[in-house]
């Protein structure tokens, strides 16, 4: 295989950080690589910074799309890599200096020459309107086999704590040819890729022990839209089931979010989640340390009990049976 590296940017109106990110990418110190940015329809300096980027390093292309989503964009980016190795990163992050060259000596080492995926740690740091650091994480991960991974993905509650993402993973080439980002996701699409990939035969996941990335936190990117989150998160559940319907039992964030919406009364995220559970049978832990209630007749008359009582009588009232079930 040769030693040329696709680094794969795409944006969509972050330019203010772009030009930190691809030099970040230039800066490596395994020099021979490729920058493709893809540029998802912004309207705002990213070509005017793109542009500049370009005409200043020849490893740089830019290309600009019609708004279609992440999933479209990296997809776009990949068809035009030209390298046996690929690495999707945000816009409005940056790689450590020598992740490239860890990641591709830990996958010479191995031996394997094809459907290799290398991961490594990464960092979050959470910064204010002006920049400034508030504060920051290092999701510290190891070796672990697939199935650990799958679990570990699956048992996701909150938080930087996946252990694979386009910023802390090299793969190789090949592993495009028979899949692609879902690009009917609008979010969740790369973990969904990652359970693809987890699920297939003969791939090997690879731990390479260095900070790969710096993942930013930030007012642009923080995630508004929680309804969309939400209905995303459904989707991939629903996925994930039809791919393997042994992977749900491993998932416990159905129970907190079903317990959101009995508190709250939403009744539209009620009935999606209850018919998530009728179709799936998903475990529902409304409380940690409480008992599966993954019954939909059961989750009614709890949701029916919050009509009439307020949410103090409720949790009392749960407590008293879960002290009753010990």
Same mark, same amino acid.
């Given at each position: 295989?040769?030693?040329?590296?696709?680094?794969?940017?795409?944006?969509?109106?972050?330019?203010?950080?772009? &030009? @930190?990110?691809?030099?970040?990418? %230039? !800066?490596?110190?395994?020099?021979?690589?490729?920058?493709? $940015?893809? =540029?998802?329809?912004?309207?705002?300096?990213?070509?005017?910074?793109?542009?500049?980027?370009?005409?200043?390093?020849?490893?740089?292309?830019?290309?600009?799309?019609?708004?279609?989503?992440?999933?479209?964009?990296?997809?776009?980016?990949?068809?035009?890599?030209?390298?046996?190795?690929?690495?999707?990163?945000?816009?409005?992050?940056?790689?450590?200096?020598?992740?490239?060259?860890?990641?591709?000596?830990?996958?010479?080492?191995?031996?394997?020459?094809?459907?290799?995926?290398?991961?490594?740690?990464?960092?979050?740091?959470?910064?204010?309107?002006?920049?400034?650091?508030?504060?920051?994480?290092?999701?510290?991960?190891?070796?672990?086999?697939?199935?650990?991974?799958?679990?570990?993905?699956?048992?996701? &509650? @909150?938080?930087?704590?996946?252990? %694979? !993402?386009?910023?802390?993973?090299?793969?190789?080439?090949? $592993?495009? =040819?028979?899949?692609?980002?879902?690009?009917?996701?609008?979010?969740?699409?790369?973990?969904?890729?990652?359970?693809?990939?987890?699920?297939?035969?003969?791939?090997?996941?690879?731990?390479?022990?260095?900070?790969?990335?710096?993942?930013?936190?930030?007012?642009?990117?923080?995630?508004?839209?929680?309804?969309?989150?939400?209905?995303?998160?459904?989707?991939?559940?629903?996925?994930?089931?039809?791919?393997?319907?042994?992977?749900?039992?491993?998932?416990?964030?159905?129970?907190?979010?079903?317990?959101?919406?009995?508190?709250?009364?939403?009744?539209?995220?009620?009935?999606?989640?209850?018919?998530?559970?009728?179709?799936?049978?998903?475990?529902?832990?409304?409380?940690?340390?409480?008992?599966?209630?993954?019954?939909?007749?059961?989750?009614?008359?709890?949701?029916?009990?919050?009509?009439?009582?307020?949410?103090?009588?409720?949790?009392?009232?749960?407590?008293?049976?879960?002290?009753?079930?010990?």
């Amino acid at each position: 295989m040769s030693q040329l590296v696709s680094v794969i940017i795409p944006t969509y109106n972050v330019g203010q950080y772009l &030009e @930190a990110s691809v030099r970040s990418v %230039l !800066s490596q110190s395994h020099s021979e690589i490729e920058c493709i $940015i893809v =540029d998802d329809g912004s309207t705002d300096d990213t070509k005017n910074i793109a542009d500049g980027l370009v005409r200043n390093d020849s490893r740089v292309s830019y290309y600009f799309k019609e708004n279609g989503g992440a999933a479209s964009a990296r997809n776009f980016g990949v068809r035009y890599a030209r390298g046996d190795w690929v690495i999707l990163m945000d816009s409005d992050d940056w790689m450590c200096p020598e992740t490239i060259e860890i990641q591709l000596t830990r996958a010479r080492e191995s031996g394997l020459e094809s459907k290799v995926i290398v991961y490594s740690d990464f960092e979050v740091v959470w910064q204010d309107s002006g920049g400034m650091v508030k504060d920051r994480y290092t999701n510290n991960l190891s070796q672990m086999t697939k199935q650990q991974l799958i679990e570990r993905i699956m048992s996701y &509650e @909150a938080g930087p704590t996946m252990p %694979l !993402s386009p910023i802390n993973t090299l793969l190789s080439r090949d $592993i495009f =040819d028979s899949v692609a980002y879902d690009e009917s996701f609008g979010g969740w699409e790369e973990i969904n890729l990652f359970i693809d990939l987890l699920l297939m035969e003969g791939t090997a996941f690879l731990y390479a022990k260095t900070v790969a990335s710096v993942y930013r936190i930030h007012g642009s990117n923080t995630f508004r839209d929680k309804d969309r989150m939400f209905d995303n998160y459904i989707r991939f559940l629903y996925a994930t089931h039809n791919k393997d319907d042994s992977l749900l039992r491993y998932c416990v964030r159905i129970g907190p979010l079903l317990r959101n919406a009995i508190m709250q009364k939403d009744k539209k995220k009620f009935e999606v989640l209850v018919a998530l559970v009728k179709s799936t049978r998903v475990p529902v832990y409304l409380f940690k340390n409480g008992i599966n209630i993954n019954l939909p007749v059961v989750l009614r008359m709890i949701y029916l009990l919050r009509t009439v009582l307020p949410a103090r009588q409720m949790l009392e009232l749960y407590e008293r049976v879960l002290h009753q079930r010990q």
